[in-house]
C-alpha cells in the first residue's frame, strides 16, 4: 500500500504553548493524500450539514451515493492485526442542550466541538472537559450558499482582515481550555485564501491545532494551516449525512476500514440521536478489533509522526521506494 505524501512549510515563531511542544518544529506537519481507490467514493464531495436541523451545505444531495450499508459491525469483525487509531469529533455540540448532554456523556476519547454562539456554552464546554473530553471550537465560515445560515460571527470571504481578527477573537474567547479549531460550514470561506490566511495568523497566536472538516472538496485550509506551521490534518468520513442507523453504522465501518488501511482515521458526526445511538453502540466494540479511539490532538502526533518516519525511509532509499499515488514533487 503506498504510503501518504509528506510535505514540507516554513515553521517560524510557533513556541510556548504545551500542545505545540510535543511536535518538533524542526520537521514536517502531516498531510496526507490517500491512494486514489480511497477517493472514489462520495465522501470525497460531502459537504456538513448546514444547521443542527440538518439542512445540507452546497446542494451535496446531488453529489453524494448513499455509503455501502452491507455488512454488522461489532466485536464479532476480525480484529486487526496491528494496532489502528481513530478519531471521533462531534460538531455543533452546545445547540440541543438534551443532545449536547448525550454528546458529553460519550467515553471521553471523543472529541467536542462547540458552537461559540451557543447558549450557556462557556459552562457547558466547562463540564465537558471535566468529564475527559478534547474541546475544539467549531467556528462558522461563510458556505458557499447563503441559504444556510452559519451563524452570528461567521467568517466571511467579503470581510476585511481587520474584522476577520475581530470576529474571530469573539469566536476564540467564548469558553475555554480548547485545543483545536475546525470550520462549521465554510465551502466558501475555506476555499478563500486571503481570509484563511488571517485565521492562520491568529490561530498560531493562540497555539491550536486546525482540522478541515472539508465541507468543500476544493478547500484550501489544511495547505493554509500547514504553509503556517499549525498542526493540521483533515476529515475522512461524515457519519450521519443519511440519518438513519443503516447508514451511521455504514459509516463507522467505512471509517474502521480507512484507518486499517492507513492506520488512521477521523469521522465527524453530529449530536443526533442516530449517531449517538450507534456511537454508544460502537464505541465498546473497538478494543476487541485493536483500535483505539483518541482525542484530535493525539491523532494528529501519530499521524504526523507516520509522516516523518515515512519521509526518512524514502530519504535513506530514494531508489527502493515507490512514489505514492498523487504525491507532489
Known amino acids: 500500500m503506498a504510503a501518504p505524501a509528506a510535505r514540507a512549510f516554513d515553521n517560524d515563531g510557533v513556541i510556548g504553548t504545551d500542545l505545540l511542544a510535543a511536535f518538533n518544529q524542526d520537521d514536517i506537519y502531516w498531510k496526507d493524500v490517500p491512494a486514489a481507490a480511497s477517493r472514489g467514493d462520495s465522501d470525497s464531495t460531502c459537504h456538513e450539514a448546514a444547521d443542527a436541523a440538518g439542512v445540507i451545505d452546497s446542494g451535496v444531495q446531488n453529489v453524494m451515493s448513499p455509503p455501502d450499508a452491507s455488512g454488522p459491525f461489532g466485536p464479532s469483525v476480525a480484529a486487526s492485526p496491528r494496532k489502528v487509531f481513530v478519531s471521533i469529533v462531534i460538531d455543533d455540540v452546545g445547540i440541543d442542550h438534551k443532545r449536547s448532554a448525550r454528546a458529553i456523556d460519550l467515553p471521553a476519547g471523543v472529541t467536542l466541538a462547540f458552537l461559540p454562539y451557543a447558549n450557556n456554552v462557556a459552562a457547558q464546554a466547562a463540564l465537558a472537559a ?6 475544539m471550537v467549531h467556528l462558522p465560515m461563510e458556505p458557499s450558499r447563503m441559504t444556510a445560515n452559519p451563524g452570528p460571527d461567521y467568517l466571511g470571504v467579503s470581510h476585511t482582515a481587520e474584522e476577520l481578527s475581530q470576529r474571530i477573537a469573539r469566536n476564540l474567547d467564548a469558553f ?5 479549531v475546525n470550520n462549521h460550514m465554510g465551502s466558501a470561506f475555506t476555499k478563500h485564501a486571503p481570509g484563511l ?37 483533515h476529515r475522512d468520513v461524515f457519519l450521519d449525512h443519511y440519518e438513519t442507523a443503516e447508514q451511521v453504522m ?38 476487541a478489533k485493536n483500535i483505539e479511539l483518541i482525542p484530535m490532538s493525539e491523532m494528529i502526533k501519530k499521524r504526523h509522526a507516520a509522516t516523518k518516519a515515512y519521509s526518512a525511509a524514502t530519504t535513506a532509499a530514494p531508489t527502493a521506494v515507490v512514489t505514492p499515488a498523487g504525491m507532489n514533487e
Open 250 to 287: 455504514a459509516a463507522l465501518e467505512k471509517t474502521e476500514r480507512i484507518a486499517r488501511a492507513g492506520g488512521y482515521a477521523v469521522a465527524i458526526g453530529h449530536p443526533k440521536d442516530v449517531t449517538l445511538d450507534a456511537l454508544q453502540s460502537w464505541l465498546p466494540t473497538l478494543q
Open 197 to 233: 490566511a488571517v485565521l492562520m495568523r491568529d490561530l498560531k497566536k493562540r497555539g491550536v491545532y486546525f482540522l478541515d472538516s472539508k465541507t468543500a472538496p476544493d478547500s484550501v485550509a489544511e495547505d493554509m494551516a500547514m504553509a503556517k506551521g499549525i498542526p493540521t490534518t
Open 176 to 180: 475555554k481550555g480548547y485545543k483545536g
Open 130 to 135: 471535566e468529564k475527559g473530553h478534547e474541546l
